[in-house]
């Protein structure tokens, strides 16, 4: 495949890409909200976007099935990163990585070095970082949504997840008791793809870079 085949998310990382790919001259040809193919060509007859699941964008990237992708830092970190180029922070799906207890758990307590804590969490590589860093021990549960409800029914002492509004937070009862890092959406490059179609994606990094911010 000579063109170049990007990989996006559907929900806010497609949202708020559109903006950007429309600054590199790209159009999708449909909406993968209401559309159920998950090949879109574009108005570019050299350029399609593939759909896939937010988690999954790096592994595409990484093995070149897609030259580009969309990708939040929380996903790339707990990816690893292998095989990818990551040029440019996009700003989008701006969020941050926090440390969540029940209202009333004495994580200052729980969380000083030696320490021992139960965390739930989709994301297991930067909670085991963040731990260790800490020097405390730590226990992980691995899961894949509603992280919330853990430490309500006993399975956590605190959560590890995505918070922006901290509404979600609020309505279960519990509270952000630690911010370990923000979080934003970055474009990633397979690396190969990079110096085989450098003089076409070259070009769309610079229109992506001078796109960056100029919303809102
Ligand atoms: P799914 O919702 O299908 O389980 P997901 O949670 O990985 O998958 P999205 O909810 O679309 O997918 O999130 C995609 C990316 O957007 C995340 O990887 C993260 O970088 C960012 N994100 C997630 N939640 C928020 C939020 N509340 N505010 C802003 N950005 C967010
Ligand atoms: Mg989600």
Redesign the pocket.
Known sequence: MSGITIAL?K???FDETLPLLEAAGIVPAENPESSRKLIIGTNQPDVRLVIV???DTPTYVQYGAADLGI?????LLEHGGEGLYQPLDLEI???RLSVATREGFDYETASRPGGRIRVATKYIESAKAHFAEKGVHVDLIKLY?SMELAPLVGLADAIVD?V?TGGTLRANGLVEVEHIRD?S?RLVVNQASLKLKHERIQPMLDAFAGAIGSKE
């Open positions: 998310s929900g806010r990382i699941r937010a988690s990708a939040g830092k929380d996903v799906a701006r969020c949504g995505l922006s979080i959406s």
